[in-house]
């Protein structure tokens, strides 16, 4: 009989319970060696948390077990291989389609019966809940912190570095910072920061700019959760030199609200520009203005930024008067007029 031996722990895990690789490993080995099974091979998932079945061991599993390349799986404990009933019913139907049989070094599990059903169900259910309780203990302890104005670790914002546990200002980049603030409060949109900053080799996309803008860390504040379902915290109090004052990062915020609500042409010259689609290479279209001639022109971003593009550059006149004759295709004068 085949055997696929699966082995997994989390960092905090093998310092906290003492679990490792190699133990698990050993223990698992001398069990098949016991059962006089054949070892197809293993399935590790060092570092990996059991929230999910997302962990690269685990979709290798998964996949060979859709080719039927062993016969039985096994694994120290059940925890090891899942920590949610859900997670843990996919599996077993996974199995039962294909055939193949789960051992646990540890546990009496026998999925060929009702009862061993109920009991492997019963053991992954209360590995979620223990699961489930550590991370609330842990997000109560984070969020107390971050109401007390103290990091939650994690790494430095762009425009700081940590010393001795504390955010203290990287003024190579925090000249860029105040730079992006000062571009987006005088007009210029998201695209333009992220272009101005590749030109001093600083790759950020346009979230990532916009998340920047956004966040308190800039003005002195501390800001926790606040890409989750959790309640976002922001301290009150300034916790580490800010990078920009509060009355620059708070214009930003207003200005960012303003163009969420009714968009960047509200606050742009240039209603066209991101709206309208190149019909050659299908980029957006951007607007600038022509000092030499005093008149608002557009050109596809392809072309203005990689010359990857051959569509000519037109004036805003050109557009609008193409733009109307087609709202009004039967009577253009009449609509114009």
Same mark, same amino acid.
């Given at each position: ?9 989390? $960092? ?12 698990? /490993?050993?223990?698992?080995? %001398? ?26 061991? !685990? ?6 077990? /859709? ?12 925890? @090891? ?21 789960? @051992? ?6 026998? &999925? &060929?019966?009702? !009862?061993?059903?109920?009991?492997? $169900? ?18 109560? %302890? ?65 979230? &990532?700019?916009?998340? !920047? ?15 989750? +379902? !959790? ?27 303003? @163009?969420?609500?009714?968009?960047? =042409? ?23 203005? +022509?000092?030499?001639?005093?008149? =608002? ?8 930024? =990689?010359? $990857? ?10 557009? &609008? ?8 295709? %039967?009577?253009?004068? /009449?609509?114009?007029?």
């Amino acid at each position: 009989m085949k055997v696929a031996i699966y082995v997994r722990v989390s $960092t905090d895990e093998q310092a906290r319970e003492g679990y490792s690789i190699e133990s698990q /490993k050993d223990s698992v080995i %001398n069990f098949v060696k016991s059962q006089r099974w054949e070892i197809y091979d293993f399935y590790i998932d060092d570092g990996y948390s059991a929230k999910d079945l997302k962990r690269p061991a !685990m979709q290798r599993l998964i996949e060979d077990t /859709k080719e039927r390349k062993f016969d039985v799986v096994v694994f120290y404990k059940l925890d @090891r291989l899942v920590r949610s009933v859900g997670d843990l019913d996919k599996l077993l139907k996974l199995f039962d389609k294909h055939s193949i049989g789960i @051992r646990s070094v540890t546990e009496p599990f026998d &999925t &060929t019966t009702a !009862m061993g059903r109920f009991l492997i $169900t019963l053991v992954a259910a209360i590995a979620q809940w223990e699961r489930e309780t550590i991370s609330e203990r842990v997000i109560i %302890n984070m969020a107390k912190k971050a109401t007390l104005g103290e990091r939650n670790g994690g790494k430095a914002p762009f425009g700081y570095s940590i010393k001795g546990g504390k955010l203290v200002i990287n003024e190579e980049e925090a000249h860029l910072v105040r730079e992006m603030f000062r571009m987006y409060i005088s007009g210029k949109g998201i695209r333009q920061i992220v272009l101005y900053l590749q030109q001093f080799g600083v790759d950020k996309d346009i979230r &990532t700019v916009s998340r !920047m803008l956004e966040n308190p860390v800039y003005c002195g504040k501390l800001r926790w959760g606040k890409n989750s +379902k !959790m309640t976002e915290i922001i301290s009150d109090d300034i916790t580490h030199p800010p990078i920009v004052d509060i009355e620059t990062f708070d214009k930003a915020q207003k200005l960012r609200k303003q @163009r969420s609500q009714e968009g960047k =042409k509200a606050t742009s010259p240039y209603p066209f520009s991101g709206v309208l689609r190149c019909a050659r290479c299908g980029s957006a279209l951007s607007g600038y203005y +022509k000092k030499e001639r005093g008149s =608002k022109h557009y050109i596809c971003i392809a072309k203005k930024n =990689k010359g $990857t593009c051959d569509l000519p550059i037109f004036t805003e006149r050109a557009l &609008t008067q193409v733009f109307l004759e087609n709202l009004s295709p %039967n009577d253009p004068n /009449k609509f114009l007029n």
